[in-house]
């Protein structure tokens, strides 16, 4: 039945927006509320005792934020380790200063990638990005399946950020510069 499921979250993903890896997209739902957990300054950025993980969708990917937030709810289980955990699915264009969040994840058709990153720098927030090139654009962290599953942190974003990882999550990285985005 698991199978079943799981097979009609993917196909149903693939029909709307912006053609995500199936496995990477799944991978990224698991691994990046964990990496939230490695956020030395993590009980700062708590809405309310809880952390709000905010996926920011454009219209086309409303479907696929849908579906990461019931995938996200049943692996997890309204928990992130024992900080309760709320998800929040914010248009594109209506994130800003104000938006309670103590993470966000930006899929890949939002337009302006810059400006979320800017306000999630602001905030001292950690940002994930599904695609690796929008590190480039001001993003943090992102992870890729190659030979392995390869976690990305922009070196740059991540000195200048609010957001201090444990010791070894940052052994654990490919960092990422203006350079090689």
């Known amino acids: 039945m698991k199978k079943i499921i799981l097979s009609l979250f993917f196909l149903s993903i693939t029909a709307f927006g912006f053609d ?6 799944k991978t990224q739902a698991t691994i990046y509320p964990k990496i939230i957990l490695l956020d030395k300054n993590l009980n700062n950025k708590l809405v309310n005792g809880k952390i709000i993980y905010t996926i920011i969708y ?5 479907q696929t934020a849908l579906n990461i937030k019931a995938f996200i709810d049943k692996t997890y289980n309204g928990f992130f380790d024992t900080y309760p955990y709320e998800i929040k699915l914010i248009h594109c264009v209506d994130l800003s ?17 810059k400006y979320l990153a800017e306000i999630a720098k602001e905030k001292g927030i ?39 990882f444990v010791t070894p999550l940052l052994q654990m990285v490919k960092f990422v510069t203006k350079e090689n985005s």
């Open 20 to 25: 995500y890896n199936e496995i990477l997209l």
């Open 126 to 164: 950690i940002s994930f990005a599904y695609d690796i090139n929008n590190l480039g654009k001001g993003l943090l962290f992102s992870l890729n399946i190659e030979r392995s599953t390869v976690f990305y942190l922009n070196k740059e974003k991540a000195s200048s950020s609010n957001v201090d």
């Open 58 to 62: 454009d219209h086309e990917d409303y």
């Open 97 to 113: 200063t104000e938006t309670d969040a103590t993470a966000i994840y930006v899929l890949n058709t939002c337009i302006d990638v």
